[in-house]
């Protein structure tokens, strides 16, 4: 088990070997493997960055995120130019059926809402946002249409947490009540948590997931 400040040093070398976000100040603060960032970054794309980068190193039990987004003035955008460009860039994602997605749009907040078949649509649909030029962040109100039966929803996700070593199936319970999928249950690791919640959005009929998965502090 590392310490924090084992941890510290490895949260930072992971920021500095990420291209994008090794210029950007950030303060990194641990206590018992909880993660703690804070300072400012150029855009919503580059926190989302660094949420990933921070969450791909062992160890980390859990993550606080107090970090401002602060456009450049050169990347500000009017509200209704970031709508006429994210209108477009879902239009022009394969993955988003884009006639059943909607948009609102202020002081550079993207609220995102309708109905899909399945989350990745949902999921795609806030990626092709994101990087916008003038995008603070996006709030995602987009619904998945169950399409499965509860006991069909619930096999599925144990069997794909079974057919991956790192997914310890024993040890998480799934609980399925209208497409809402309720894990709960103990892991070893941040990576083993974001594993089973993946598998969980992942499969067909699921429109939320509850996360109620300890990470050991073994």
Do not use: F
């Not at 948009?103 to 550079?108: C, I, K, N, S």
């Not at 795609?124 to 169950?146: D, H, Q, W």
């Amino acid at each position: 088990m590392k310490t924090d400040l084992q941890l510290k040093n490895d949260i930072l070398a992971e920021l500095a070997w990420d291209t994008v976000l090794g210029t950007v100040p950030i303060e990194v603060s641990v206590k018992d493997g909880i993660v703690n960032l804070s300072g400012q970054v150029g855009s919503s794309a580059q926190k989302h960055a660094l949420e990933k980068a921070v969450r791909r190193v062992a160890g980390v039990r859990g993550l606080a995120v107090d970090v401002e987004v602060k456009l450049a003035p050169e990347h500000e955008r009017t509200d209704s130019a970031i709508a006429r460009a994210a209108l477009d860039a879902l239009q022009w994602h394969s993955w988003v059926p884009h006639e059943r997605v909607q948009l609102q749009v202020e002081d550079g907040w993207v609220t995102l809402s309708g109905e899909v078949d399945w989350h990745y649509q949902a999921a795609s649909a806030e990626k092709c946002i994101r990087p916008l030029t003038g995008v603070r962040g996006v709030i995602n109100k987009i619904t998945v249409k169950p399409r499965a039966s509860e006991n069909d929803i619930s096999a599925e996700i144990t069997d794909a947490l079974t057919r991956h070593a790192r997914r310890k199936a024993s040890h998480i319970s799934v609980q399925v009540e209208g497409g809402v999928v309720t894990l709960s249950g103990e892991v070893d690791s941040l990576p083993e948590h974001e594993a089973a919640l993946g598998a969980a959005w992942r499969t067909r009929g699921v429109s939320r997931v509850v996360d109620h998965i300890a990470v050991s502090q073994r």
